[in-house]
DNA sequence: TCAAGAGGTATACAATCGTCGACACGCACA
DNA sequence: TGTGCGTGTCGACGATTGTATACCTCTTGA
């Protein structure tokens, strides 16, 4: 599995590898790849349950973190700092994916390969991955933010949205070290914009009457 | 070019397509390829090349055609007309897009395949092409919708951000048939959400003032 | 008229590929 | 004590690959 993520991280997509040019990389014999798996498939669906439980539960530790230190967000009985807060849960937020993303940067970039790649089995088991995220997403959210009369499945729907488009943001992370600070910032903003929608939809008066601008990021 | 698109819709990706495969599915000698492209990059640009000027002026031309009709947006001095207004005309171009996917499917697959693919040349073709789209729709915008106290560029990175999640709600929507009445309505909605978000951002009393509900799609 | 070149073909070579059958070692368990 | 079984090795097979060299046939333009 080593072998197969060191060989796919340059240039490579998973389905492209042969099957002894992996064996070769990590010093075996050709057919033992068979001792272990059964396809080139098996070996991928392998290799994203190791990692895409460790981005998860990852992901879910860290959402915890703010709430064990007492941070806690309002129900909106005050709205202007509510608001606050929700901006610096975003930027926890984004901080922490793209952080995750730079540390395991060549199984990031093999995932994504794959989540529109050839394979149909990766290609759900990946849709699976983001899905399972999203969802993580909305519970904690709900645990820790009264968001005004958005329903549970509105939140879902939009913490879907988000998780899809942390891929793009992620994928500009890496590729554009330089810009690196003006993307957290982009997508920080991207996030706050869908909540702002989601309560100027469903309760327009909150905003005007928290006179709050939108923060300037 | 024909040859390669065929071969590469069903499951392969461009890339790991053999250079005698394409000439044999074509019925040419293996080594005519190198009478026309150099390399498989080669071919892929020549082949976005024509697609993507189709896709992105099918898109313009698509744009403008409510313009023509008479259809235009109002510069939100009644703000409940103009909110009327941007919610059609979001309906409008999700619409086409989707009906561009369905049209060009297998084009599409193998392009989205690319835009994270193992070949830097083929995955930098198709952001420059997603992010000419997102210049486009801008452009377009800016001459038919007067949003109140959106800047130029807030209105450029909402596009992309629009154009990158269409790539997805793309994605549902050929891979999910009986739901494609409900991808279409998460994609409106989702395009609705982060204009009432920018415009909530910036002047939040004109939706209170408005009191127009947030259409219930 | 004829030379150049674009497009297409035929043959050949060395590599690599996935997979098969057979064999070897070591541990676990009856 | 011995017998499966998991793991790894070896050699070989036919198929396929990218590309090099050489040759053919039109079209085009001076």
Redesign the interface.
């Known amino acids: 599995m080593e072998a197969a993520l060191e060989l796919a991280a340059t ?3 998973l ?2 590898l042969g099957l002894r040019e992996v064996a070769r990389h990590a010093g075996l014999n050709p057919n033992t790849f068979y001792r272990h798996f059964k396809d080139f498939d098996d070996l991928g669906v392998a290799m994203l349950d190791e990692l895409g439980t460790e981005l998860r539960a990852g992901l879910r530790e860290a959402r915890m973190r703010p709430a064990k230190k007492g941070f806690r967000l309002s129900d909106f009985s005050n709205p202007a700092e509510g608001l606050a807060q929700a901006q610096a849960l975003a930027r926890e937020s984004v901080g922490l994916v793209l952080d995750f993303v730079m540390d395991h940067r060549e199984a990031y970039t093999v995932g ?2 794959e ?4 394979s149909p089995v990766m290609r759900q088991a990946m849709q699976d991955l983001l899905d399972g995220i999203a969802v993580d997403m909305t519970e904690d959210l709900l645990g820790v933010l009264m968001l005004p009369a958005v329903s549970h499945e509105e939140l879902l ?2 913490a879907r ?1 988000i998780v ?2 942390m891929v ?1 943001f992620s ?1 500009d992370y890496l590729e554009q070290p330089s810009r690196q600070a003006e993307i957290k910032r ?1 997508a920080e ?2 996030i ?11 309760a ?2 909150l ?2 009457q ?1 006179k709050l601008k ?1 923060p300037a990021i």
Chains 1, 2 share one sequence.
């Open positions: 240039t490579r997509s389905a492209s994504i390969r989540l529109h790649g050839t729907a939009v949205v899809r488009q793009f994928m982009e903003r991207f706050l914009l869908l909540f702002w929608g989601a309560i100027a939809a469903r327009p008066e905003l005007s928290a939108f």
